[in-house]
């Protein structure tokens, strides 16, 4: 009898523990599948997007890889296929790219926007089948919590009230250290209307080649816009290099079709936040004679030559543009030598809605 009692005691034991094995398996995979679909849905009022993450798992065996932080702005999608075709695009070849990291993708969206880029999203999840985080951040939330930043920007880098870079989204990128989770140390932004052509891995090894100071860095702009608009400082200043093209030895300014970020450092900066209040950017523009159109590029292209210091000029195949506008408009016969960038294209720019080559 007593066998027979022990007998029984053991298989209840072991029934309670396999019922309690499926229990946990089945529990533990529902919820990784919906904690994606939740955080991949737009805000449950309906009203505006919420930060969120998602996780695409791998489906390799291989070991953790580093992660990298990449951003970019995607708004006023809706109905605009051209927008929708450039994230595609973007989102494509950045995960393609990745080989040595894992991807987690910020992007700066409205409501109607969020839904587009999820569904955009999940197609190149399911084409790549590749590991990526993403999480969304609200464009109206993130101005309001920088509106006195933008106060100070829009009166000289934008063009007139109601044109494109008047909006207050094309100055976001000064105040990405305020946006970013606290934890996040690095990061890089991107147009876009950009194509990454190399391991987005590579890029972020350029932060390697900082100074101590930097906190930006930037390729060079290669059309002749800041000539262009520093015609009068430049004939008061007639030695100055400022707006030549670097093959002259100049300096053309920068293109913030793709912007790498010390986000600690300008967390941490005494001098940052003196340098974008107003009156030290109204200061500056005046020094300058500068009035610009471009949003922030023209804020980072008077910082980099006032305190070189503080910004890098990374290399212009990490970010070549194709835009040839200038060309057409009084300046074709210096329009090569400022597209002039040798070696591999690393990321191609699509400004001004240039196609971007095939391959």
């Known amino acids: 009898m007593r066998v027979f009692h022990k007998v029984l005691i053991n298989l209840v034991v072991l029934v309670i523990f396999l019922v309690l094995f499926y229990v946990y398996n089945t529990s533990d995979s529902t919820l ?27 489906t390799s065996d291989s070991a953790p890889k580093e992660e990298v932080n990449v951003w970019c702005i995607f708004t006023k999608a809706a109905g605009n ?7 595609s695009t973007f989102s494509h070849s950045l995960l393609e790219n990745a080989g040595s990291v894992t991807v987690s993708l910020h992007i700066i969206v409205d409501t109607s926007s ?35 930043l933008v106060a100070a920007m ?18 976001l990128s000064l105040g990405l250290h305020r946006i970013a989770p606290i934890t996040m140390s690095r990061a890089a932004m991107f147009d876009i209307d950009t194509k990454l052509q190399s391991d987005v891995g590579k890029l972020f090894q350029l932060f390697e080649s900082f100074g101590n100071d930097t906190l930006f860095g930037l390729a060079p702009e290669l059309s002749p816009v800041y000539r262009h608009v520093l015609y009068l400082y430049r004939s008061k200043n007639p030695t100055s290099k400022i707006g030549d093209p ?7 300014g920068l293109n913030s079709g793709m912007i ?14 003196q340098l974008v209040h107003a009156s030290n950017v109204t200061a500056l523009a005046k020094k300058y004679s500068f009035k610009g159109h471009l949003g922030d590029q023209d ?8 305190r070189p210091e503080l910004v890098s000029v990374l290399p212009c195949n990490w970010n070549r543009q194709l835009c040839t506008w200038w060309s057409d408009h009084g300046y074709r016969d210096v329009m090569s030598q400022y597209a002039h960038c040798e070696g591999k294209v690393h990321v191609w720019h699509g400004n001004c809605n240039t196609p971007i080559p095939a391959t």
């Open 114 to 148: 969020q839904r587009v880029a999820q569904e955009i999203l999940r197609s190149v999840k399911e084409t790549l089948k590749k590991p990526m985080k993403i999480a969304f951040y609200d464009v109206n939330q993130i101005a309001k919590d920088l509106k006195s």
């Open 299 to 306: 804020f980072y292209t008077l910082l980099g030559f006032e």
């Open 246 to 252: 670097i093959m002259n030895g100049g300096y053309p």
């Open 260 to 273: 790498l970020f010390m986000l600690d450092r300008l967390r941490n900066s005494s001098s940052y936040p």
């Open 81 to 87: 296929a051209p927008m929708k075709y450039k994230l």
């Open 32 to 58: 990784n599948r919906n904690s994606i679909d939740e955080a991949m849905a737009p805000a449950s009022d309906g009203s505006k997007p919420r930060q969120s993450a998602s996780y695409f798992p791998s």
């Open 154 to 171: 829009q009166p000289h880098f934008s063009s007139q009230p109601g044109s494109y870079y008047s909006d207050s989204l094309f100055f």
